[in-house]
């Protein structure tokens, strides 16, 4: 609750320090204080503070799990806002007002991730998106950028519409938007909670970007600019997972047997063509929006597996996808050429910022010691446990060896190819560099000790 | 505590290495640091023989079910010696060798040899893998950064092709985890597994991918020639020496054991795999002119031969399997140095337009004539009696096809002596010609590694048995634990 | 009313709105199929409230206030769907505004 | 007495320490010094050998010496062991002293060479001589085993001595090559015993071929498999068909090297081996048989090349052969005596013929074509005269030691069946024809060579015409060990002495009379052919072979042969595996995994064609599967 | 057939028809007249439900507000011609088809919803009167409802970053 309130006041804050401040860097820091604050009294939740008592009437539920994962997505927020905010400057002039966005969207997180009725959700869902279509828009004089709004935009509602229609099915089954059920009613209308919760499911998976409902994220990721694409694809995709597994163990969890099947099925065709269609990309934006869409077939698979693996398992995942996907972003938000000719050289002219982002493409990738690779790690251990998964796993392993392909392409370009000779790369400051080091070194962490992250949820 | 210093010393100072700036110390850091891991092998094998010395347990990822534990048994002492042994060895061998950014270089190889007493220690399937991803990685760029022309393409199928296999075998260990009662991952645990015939057999094959792209076993050997070509050479030692005893170490510890009737049930199909790989790579190596690609299929051909005596499932065959790992590893770092040194003489590696070498450098000559005679085999050097127990194995296997298995496996012998003479008869023999008429002898570092190399081959020729006692207690308990009869019997 | 009559009903706005996203490629009029789903989805819902409210009625519940939420959510989605044409149609305008069109055909910069 | 022969060990020990002194001080000793050492420490072995020969006379029991665990796995324990018996110390004297012999030889004959290389050839030749006492020495198959790969080494080593010479590295790997085939035998009849009896000292396989344990047996198969294999690794080291044709091409090498190890000892390994392993032999009648025929058919066969050909050193290496033939005869028809018998007075000869050889070469220069030759008996009286005593023992005039061990082998032959002693008599004609073919066209009528040859002839330094004196009176007198015992009573000594490692043999059943006959009838046609070889070569001049002449002097076309039937095809299947399977089947597979996925990925990403129109076609015609299935199909 | 069933069947067939003028129009203005139309009909349908805040709401909002807007964007635009060329035929003809097949499977999934006996209260019922909902509206549902204006306030920012000259 704390975070919820704070991050809509901080909004409204960061609305108004456009005016009462005309430094960018002044409104930068009032938004890095902010997330901090957030992450402060999150944290404090955690510990039992809680600051604003509102009866949400059993709406929303603030549980060690969804405190410990808003925790994660303010810490990833607050590594995007130390490496990204800076590049927000180019993207248009109402900067303070994109820290308005962020921050409301930070609140529908919250809400995403702690609802108990289906009308949060749907709140939440929009509260998040509404924002985004702006932010993809917002380099209006660039019509790929307006492209890719009008695309998400579109794509977007419709799949609201799904979603509305799902849980009105939901509603006619059921007659309540409370995602709580009593496991002792038993539903009469199955057809109706089925169509439901399919419907349901497609609009999910469309907001993860779950194939074959995915065709709108490589669009909008490349097209958005590059420092939006960075939270779109990390801490908004972690979010809305977030929201699904809650939604799918709730409301859904007496007809599992009938979705997990589909979710199954969704998470093969989405490892297959995240991965598959990833690896003939000549941009590293768009291939990073490919690999998002192979990492959300990852992710899959802890809603496919639901047990308390998975669900500790998505938030290692969420954090190291987020982490390593956000160090990425930043340092190609800096590069003038998004191919991956234009990572030639780099550890020569750059070698820390070759050497982190190497460490964070291998965390992508998945290899030891890095958190990525202990996020599939818990996911593939997950899917495992249940059972007749076992052409699923191998699946996704297959495709995550597919993944390196294209993630140590960019290593290749960095270590093993030869720069061109014009230098490409806007000069890094050595406070982003600072923070890459740490990135790379809170990866690390989490891929050696999973259990700092992990114990929270058993405080 | 000796097990974890193996690991830990190169792993320190690999990183240490990365701060250093002059080529000299770096490489003179790097040659201490080797020698430093070599005294703490060699303490392991005698002063601090106790088992509590060889043993290093610690918490980690415990809600996972794993843990930080290491121990040095019999396989674990030789092949750390063999590690530990080889860099000193790679690092003297190529001491004239210099490199661009060579603390990288060095550092990387330093991590290597850590990640390497990892796959060789762990006895925690977890911490296995962690260690089996970590050796290749900084092979990975080691071949990637300083190799041949192709490198890049070559390096890349290699680590693709080897990432395959290791995250099948990841579902394996994730698989047998979930079996065990307790959810661990500890290698007592996967022991203690009983599962029924159809759940061994394809987690055999999961595991079995791995460690056969590793080895690498026929038909998945594709990678290897061209990644020993393109690498540099004291990469391709560590690869070939090494590296590919991870694959064999794993069948001797992770997949035999824990899976006992599927290996005996797919024995008589690996040992056809090996069986028709050492032929078919001693064929190819026959027409080889490349040196590289020579030692390479030769190596090939010499893996086949040992993973079949694995599969043979006595204890004559682990042991010769066991002995063989180690004295192959002494003797392909011995080829390749030789290798590296004429490649680097002379810009060529073509056997065709070598020759008369011996005439200009017979230091050379007679090194290079011990160490491939002792590659093939020959009484009173090393290899002979590994390979003496490991055809001994296959006579004796199990199979209905032992026969058969023995007799091709021996023609890889006559095969492995027709190319090894005739490379050494081109290249060494013969008149000389434009490109070998300016050569010059072995340099005092490249003699000084050869002459340990030539010394441990005699040495282990004479007397094999030093060895042999190392690993006795291992392949015993090996060989009991994987004698099914039992089961046969209750029917 | 048998709830069958108003499911079909709305499944059929619904899928009618489908099909214009589908067929149409003025943004503009996708955007307004889609509000045709939207509405669909209103008078399910308020439908279904009334039939809550009914089975709530026929178990003896008086004066509950079963089924209102149906009713409450369908404020709650015009609330949204407000909020959403706002954004929509500025995005539609600064499209327009550069390219001079409102095709989505057009759209086809970023593909591949 | 027992204990003294602990150091045995010493016998082989000496030459491996010459070795690494002639090894590692090649570049800084003197040639004299080389010399001295090289020969000296097989002097010192020779005179150890002679006591132990003392020593063992009439022990009943072998002595064997253990040192170390060589291989110790579970039951499996191979010790590092030595037995001395009579037979082993039979063949320490014949190697050791010929040895040495042919070392001293050496230091004259390849004085030309740079210490360098002399210290090295040196050093090969000690080596030689430790493999071969390793060898001989062997308390077990596995040392034996050593010993026999160890001199198979040496031999390729000093075949390639000359290493510039491209043919001589050809010849030295294809001996190599050809011995490691019949290695590989030799090793696979080694696992099968251990495989049966768990061991492979000589006392326990013989005593469970005796019967004499409990517990473990030998089937007849596994006999007859063990033997058939043991004796294909004979016919690799011993030059028998079908593994005969690196003998003649190791010629390459140094003429004392052919001597010591072409013709006195090591490919004598294979009579040694079958010979200790009699018991074995014994008991398996099929083996026996085909030892018999094979040696015999190798015999018959070398001879025939030897007709025709004309370097001195091929005649005398298809001699070689030939008499191994013989050996094997006599192996086969279980004259286990008689063939070791023949290797001690082959040894004697052979030895003496091509270390005359060498000094004839040495004389002409580096020459070897008899047809360049003639009329050199003026010239080099000494080599003359003690070659001819060689011909004449190889031929089997009495009372020469060629006469008494060849009798014994035709005896047992005869014994065994006529059809073998006809044509075991025949072969033996043919040698007396081509040795004495061989002696007539090189020292007897004119000097066919160049002028400057002609000026250069001259006899041999005494180095190396002191042991071709001694040779030639130990192959005069070296039959009377042997003499059988119609001639003298008592006699056989050697049979008797061997008694307690080989059995006497009980079939010698042939009359008096008849043994007179056969060896009169031998002896007279043995006289004929060398007055035919007199009539036909005195005076021989150049001229082209045509038909069956021309087939032998390209011996029978074997080495062609060999060459389509398993060379090529071997090595159009290398290139074939090369160039077309790893390429286009395996690495295709391989790559074509990745080149799938990346055609894939190319068709894959023109599903984001960009349309939002297509995208929610797509996502609609995804629902309807999905909805459909769920609802008609899973129910 | 009574008087409300009437009334069902009429203004569902409005609606219905009204929806398909609305996707086949050519001309956009008519396509938000149609959708006007269909507006009505549903807040018809509220009406006979007894929802008659929603059926206020939905004329005022959507009608009146939502549709206005529309039309006011559409003339701004000029697009009031018949300006749409035509889509690829197939393309059409597949979107067509796919709605229609989505529309079977739909209503063959729901048909056996297991609802037979279900019905909507139709003409009576207070739940849908201001009163009930709107004493819901600020107790039940206050946090919801508070929530909301955060989506307005970023709505609003984010219309204020996209239509703001720079």
Request: hydrophobic content about 55%; overall charge positive; charged content about 10%.
């Amino acid at each position: 609750m704390n975070a919820l309130i704070i991050s809509a006041i901080l909004g409204v804050v960061m609305m108004f320090s456009s005016i009462l401040l005309k430094q960018k860097g002044a409104v930068r820091n009032v938004a890095v204080t902010g997330i901090i604050l957030l992450i402060l009294v999150n944290i404090l939740e955690m510990g039992g503070t809680v600051f604003f008592k509102v009866n949400t009437r059993g709406m929303i539920v603030f549980d060690q799990f969804a405190l410990l994962f808003n925790s994660i997505i303010f810490l990833a927020t607050l590594i995007y806002l130390l490496l990204s905010a800076k590049d927000m400057e180019k993207v248009g002039v109402n900067y303070a007002e994109y820290f308005a966005l962020i921050f409301f969207i930070l609140c529908g997180v919250t809400l995403v991730s702690s609802f108990k009725s289906l009308l949060i959700l749907f709140l939440g869902i929009e509260i998040i998106s509404i924002p985004l279509y702006i932010l993809t828009g917002s380099d209006k004089r660039n019509l790929k950028s307006n492209e890719a709004s009008l695309k998400y935009f579109l794509l977007g509602s419709f799949s609201t519409g799904l979603m509305l229609m799902g849980i009105a099915l939901y509603y006619g089954a059921r007659g309540t938007f409370s995602t709580v059920i009593d496991p002792l009613i038993t539903v009469t209308a199955k057809p109706l909670l089925i169509s439901g919760m399919s419907l349901l499911l497609f609009s999910m998976a469309f907001k993860v970007s779950a194939a074959p409902f995915h065709f709108w994220t490589p669009d909008v990721y490349d097209g958005a600019p590059t420092v939006f694409t960075s939270f779109m694809a990390t801490i908004i995709k972690a979010a809305v997972f977030i929201g699904f597994i809650r939604l799918f163990d709730d409301a859904f969890e007496q007809v599992q047997s009938t979705w997990r099947i589909w979710i199954a099925v969704i998470t093969a065709v989405t490892l297959f063509i995240g991965n598959i269609t990833a690896v003939f990309q000549q941009s590293v934006k768009r291939m990073l929006a490919y690999s998002s869409i192979a990492q959300a077939g990852f992710m899959l698979l802890s809603l496919y597996a639901m047990n308390t693996e998975a669900k500790e398992g998505l938030l290692i995942y969420a954090a190291a996808y987020c982490f390593a996907t956000i160090g990425i972003f930043a340092v190609l938000a800096k590069m003038s050429d998004y191919t991956f000719d234009g990572f030639n050289g780099l550890s020569k002219k750059e070698p820390l910022i070759a050497a982190t982002l190497a460490i964070l493409l291998l965390s992508l990738a998945g290899i030891p010691l890095t958190a990525g690779f202990l996020a599939k790690f818990y996911m593939l251990k997950a899917a495992i446990a249940t059972p007749n998964s076992l052409w699923l796993v191998i699946f996704a392993v297959l495709m995550a060896a597919v993944s390196v392909y294209y993630y140590f392409r960019v290593i290749q370009a960095m270590y093993f190819k030869e720069g061109s000779t014009s230098s490409s790369t806007t000069e890094f400051s050595p406070f982003f560099k600072g923070a890459m080091l740490i990135l790379a070194g809170l990866v690390i962490l989490l891929g050696l000790f999973p259990d700092i992250l992990v114990n929270w949820l058993y405080f | 505590m000796v097990a974890f210093f193996l690991i830990f010393l190169p792993l320190l100072t690999g990183l240490l290495v990365f701060f250093i700036k002059e080529e000299k110390l770096v490489k003179g850091f790097a040659f201490l640091s080797s020698l430093a891991t070599l005294t703490v092998s060699l303490l392991g094998l005698t002063l601090f023989k106790a088992e509590e010395h060889l043993q290093f347990t610690a918490q980690w990822m415990q809600p996972l079910g794993s843990s930080f534990s290491l121990k040095l048994d019999g396989m674990g002492q030789l092949l750390c010696l063999l590690t530990a042994i080889s860099y000193p060895l790679v690092f003297l061998g190529s001491w004239n060798s210099s490199y661009t950014k060579p603390s990288n270089f060095f550092a990387l190889m330093l991590l290597a040899q850590a990640g390497l007493m990892g796959v060789f220690l762990a006895m925690d399937a977890l911490l296995f893998y962690f260690f089996w991803e970590l050796a290749l990685i900084p092979m990975y760029f080691l071949c990637s950064q300083w190799g041949g022309e192709r490198r890049i393409q070559v390096t890349f199928k290699f680590f693709i092709y080897t990432f395959i296999g290791s995250v099948l075998m990841l579902i394996g260990i994730l698989y047998l985890q979930s079996k065990t009662p307790d959810h661990s991952f500890s290698l007592r645990a996967f022991y203690n597994l009983e599962l029924t015939t159809k759940t061994q057999s394809w987690l055999f094959w999961l595991f079995f991918l791995a460690f056969a792209i590793k080895m690498p076993v026929f038909p998945f050997h594709t990678w290897q020639p061209d990644t020993y070509e393109q690498s540099p050479t004291p990469t391709t030692m560590i690869l070939s020496g090494v590296m590919v005893k991870m694959g064999l170490l794993g069948l001797l510890r992770w997949l035999l054991p824990v899976l006992p009737i599927a290996s005996y049930v797919w024995g008589d199909v690996v040992m056809s795999l090996s069986i028709i790989g050492i032929v078919y790579a001693s064929l190819i190596a026959i027409r080889q002119d490349d040196i590289k690609r020579l030692v390479a299929y030769s190596s090939i051909a010499h893996i086949g031969l040992m993973c079949a005596a694995i599969f043979a499932e006595n204890k004559s065959g682990m042991q010769g399997v066991l002995l063989q790992m180690f004295n192959h590893g002494i003797n392909i770092i011995g080829l390749w140095i030789i290798v590296e040194i004429i490649e680097r003489r002379f810009g060529t590696r073509k056997i065709s337009e070598l020759g008369g070498l011996a005439q200009k450098a017979p230091a050379m000559a007679i090194f290079f004539v011990i160490i491939a005679l002792a590659n093939i085999a020959l009484p009173l050097t090393n290899a002979f009696a590994g390979e003496f127990l490991m055809f001994n194995g296959l006579l004796n296997a199990k199979s209905n096809y032992y026969l058969w298995f023995t007799v091709f496996a021996g023609l890889g012998i006559i095969l492995a002596a027709v190319y090894t003479l005739n490379m050494i008869r081109k290249v060494f023999y013969g008149e000389v010609n434009t490109i070998t008429a300016a050569a010059t002898d072995l340099k005092l570092n490249e003699k000084l590694a050869l002459g340990i190399i030539v010394v441990l081959i005699f040495w282990m020729g004479v007397y094999p048995q030093a060895m042999l006692d190392v690993t006795d207690n291992f392949s015993q308990a090996l060989t009991e634990r994987i004698d099914i009869s039992h089961l046969f019997r209750k029917k | 009313m048998p709830i069958n009559n108003y499911i079909l009903l709305s499944i059929a706005l619904f899928c009618i709105g489908i099909v214009g996203v589908l067929t149409r490629r003025n943004a503009i009029i996708i955007f307004m199929c889609i509000e045709l789903m939207l509405n669909a989805v209103n008078l399910l819902l308020v439908a279904f409230s009334k039939m809550h409210a009914r089975a709530a009625l026929l178990a003896g519940d008086v004066n509950g206030t079963a089924g209102t939420d149906g009713q409450l959510f369908v404020f709650f989605i015009m609330v949204v769907a407000a909020a959403e044409v706002s954004v929509g149609l500025a995005i539609i305008v600064m499209m327009y505004r550069n390219i001079h069109s409102v095709d989505v055909n057009f759209l086809n910069r970023l593909k591949h | 007495m027992q204990n003294a022969l602990q150091i045995v060990y010493l016998i082989p020990l000496l030459p491996l320490i010459g070795f690494l002194i002639n090894g590692l001080g090649r570049k800084y000793l003197p040639k004299p010094v080389i010399g001295v050492v090289g020969s000296g420490v097989i002097l010192a072995s020779f005179i150890l050998s002679v006591w132990v020969f003392m020593q063992v006379k009439g022990m009943p029991v072998p002595y064997i010496a253990s040192y170390f665990n060589f291989i110790s796995v579970g039951d499996l324990k191979i010790p590092f062991a030595f037995q001395v018996d009579q037979l082993s110390s039979l063949f320490l004297l014949i190697i050791t002293g010929v040895g040495f012999l042919i070392h001293v030889y050496s230091t004259s004959y390849m004085h030309e060479e740079k210490a360098e290389h002399f210290g090295r050839y040196f050093s090969y030749l000690n080596l030689f001589i430790f493999f071969m006492l390793l060898l001989v020495m062997g308390a077990n198959y596995v040392i034996m085993f050593i010993g026999w790969e160890g001199v198979g080494l040496c031999s390729y080593l000093l075949i390639g001595y000359w290493f510039k010479k491209t043919e001589y590295n050809k010849a030295a790997n294809k001996a190599f090559i050809m011995n490691r085939i019949g290695d590989l035998a030799f090793l696979i009849a080694i696992f099968w015993i251990i495989s049966r009896v768990g061991n492979v000292n000589f006392s326990d396989v013989f005593a469970v071929a005796n019967g004499e344990v409990e517990f473990r047996k030998f089937s007849a198969t596994d006999i007859t498999v063990i033997t058939l294999l043991l004796f294909i690794g004979a016919t690799g080291k011993s030059a028998q068909i079908p593994l005969y044709t690196w003998l003649p091409d190791a010629m390459a090498g140094p003429t004392p090297v052919s001597a010591l190890i072409h013709a006195a000892t090591m490919v004598t390994a294979g009579i040694y081996m079958i010979a200790r392993s009699n018991v074995l032999y014994s008991m398996s009648h099929i083996t026996m048989d085909i030892v018999a025929y094979t040696g015999l058919a190798t015999a018959l066969l070398a001879a025939t090349i030897a007709l025709k050909q004309n370097d001195i050193k091929k005649v005398l290496a298809y001699s070689t052969v030939s008499q191994l033939g013989f050996m094997f005869l006599a192996l086969g028809t279980g004259a286990y005596v008689a063939a070791v018998f023949h290797v001690m007075t082959h040894a004697f000869f052979k030895a003496l013929l091509f270390l005359g050889s060498g000094s004839v070469i040495h004389a002409m220069s580096g020459e070897q074509d008899i047809r360049n030759m003639g009329g050199l008996s003026k010239k080099l009286k000494i080599t003359f005269w003690t070659f001819v005593i060689g011909c004449i023992a190889i031929a089997g005039i009495p009372p020469f030691s060629g006469f008494f061990s060849k009798d014994a082998i035709l005896l047992s032959a005869f014994v065994k069946s006529p059809l073998l002693y006809g044509v075991a008599l025949f072969t033996a004609l043919l040698t007396a024809f081509y040795m004495f073919r061989l002696l007539f066209i090189t020292f007897t009528g004119t000097f066919r060579g160049t002028h400057e040859q002609a000026h250069h002839l001259h006899e041999s330094p005494a180095g190396m015409t002191l042991p071709l004196i001694i040779l030639a009176i130990l192959s005069i007198i070296g039959g009377f060990v042997g003499v059988p015992e119609v001639f003298m009573h008592g006699g056989d000594r050697l049979g008797q002495f061997l008694a307690p490692v080989i059995k006497p043999n009980e079939m010698h059943h042939v009359s008096h009379s008849t043994e007179y006959l056969l060896m009169g009838l031998s002896t007279a046609l043995v006289l004929v052919m060398i007055a035919a070889a007199w009539f036909k070569f005195r005076n021989y001049q150049r001229k082209e072979e045509t038909g069956f002449g021309k087939v032998l002097e390209n011996k029978w076309y074997v080495d062609e042969l060999y060459d389509k039937i398993i060379v090529q095809p071997l090595h159009q299947l290398g290139g074939f595996f090369k160039s077309v399977f790893e390429v286009s089947v395996i690495d295709t597979l391989v790559n074509g995994v990745g080149k799938a996925v990346n055609y894939g990925s190319r068709q894959l990403r023109l599903l984001q064609s960009g349309q939002v129109g297509s995208y929610v076609l797509l996502m609609v015609l995804s629902m309807i599967v999905i909805f459909a299935v769920q609802f008609f199909i899973r129910k | 057939m009574n008087i409300i069933q009437i009334l069902f069947w009429f203004l569902s067939v409005v609606a219905i028809f009204s929806a398909l003028m609305v996707i086949t129009s050519k001309n956009p203005v008519y396509s938000v007249l149609w959708l006007i139309v269909t507006f009505f009909a549903i807040s018809g349908h509220y009406i006979l439900l007894n929802a008659q805040f929603l059926a206020i709401v939905n004329i005022i909002v959507y009608a009146g507000a939502i549709m206005v807007l529309f039309l006011f964007v559409i003339m701004l635009m000029n697009l009031n011609k018949e300006t749409e060329p035509q889509k690829n035929r197939w393309l059409k003809m597949a979107g067509a088809v796919a709605g229609g097949c989505l529309l079977l499977v739909f209503v063959a999934a729901l048909k056996g919803a297991g609802l037979k006996d279900q019905e909507a209260m139709v003409n009576e019922g207070d739940i849908g009167l201001i009163k009930n909902l709107g004493k819901e509206l600020f107790t039940t549902y206050v946090v919801p409802f508070e929530i909301s204006s955060i989506l307005f306030l970023s709505a609003m920012v984010g219309a204020v970053v996209i239509g703001k000259k720079e």
